[in-house]
C-alpha cells in the first residue's frame, strides 16, 4: 500500500483513471481534489505505482475522529483486479475495520469483495 501526494504522480493516476470512466468517477474526484491543495484532507491509495491495480481514497485517519459515524468515513475504490481490491482491503492498514465505514465503488463485485472480507473477520456488512 503507497499513499501518493506527489503532484505529479497525482495528476498521471487522474489520466489513468480517466481511460477507465465511468467506472473510476468516485475516485477520479477525490485523486482531483487532492491533487489540487487537498482542502478535505483525503488520501489516496494505491497498491502498486506506476503500474497499479488498485486505488483507495479516504480520510486521512488524523482527520476521522468518530469511529461510529460512517458518513465521515467514506472509501472509495477502483480496481483492476477484483482479487487486489480484496488483497488491499484484506491485508493491509488500508480499511480499518475497527470503525464503521461506508466503501463506495461502480464497479460489480466492489459488494462481493467487501463482503467477503468482512465475513473472513467476522463482521456484518450492512
Request: overall charge negative; hydrophobic content about 40%; proline content about 6%.
Amino acid at each position: 500500500m503507497l499513499i501518493l501526494s506527489c503532484p505529479g504522480k497525482l495528476r498521471q493516476l487522474e489520466e489513468a483513471l480517466r481511460r477507465s470512466l465511468p467506472a473510476s468517477l468516485p475516485v477520479l474526484g477525490t485523486v482531483m481534489t487532492v491533487a489540487r491543495g487537498n482542502p478535505a484532507s483525503h488520501e489516496v491509495l494505491v497498491d502498486s505505482w506506476p503500474h497499479f491495480r488498485v486505488v483507495l481514497t479516504r480520510l486521512q485517519p488524523e482527520e476521522n475522529k468518530d469511529p461510529q459515524d460512517f458518513y465521515s468515513n467514506q472509501l472509495t475504490v477502483f480496481y483492476r483486479e477484483e482479487g487486489a481490491c480484496q488483497e488491499l482491503i484484506r491485508d493491509t492498514q488500508a480499511v480499518d475495520w475497527s470503525r464503521a465505514f461506508q466503501l463506495h465503488g461502480m464497479q460489480e463485485g466492489t459488494y462481493e469483495a467487501v463482503s467477503q472480507v468482512a465475513q473472513a473477520k467476522g463482521l456484518k456488512v450492512e
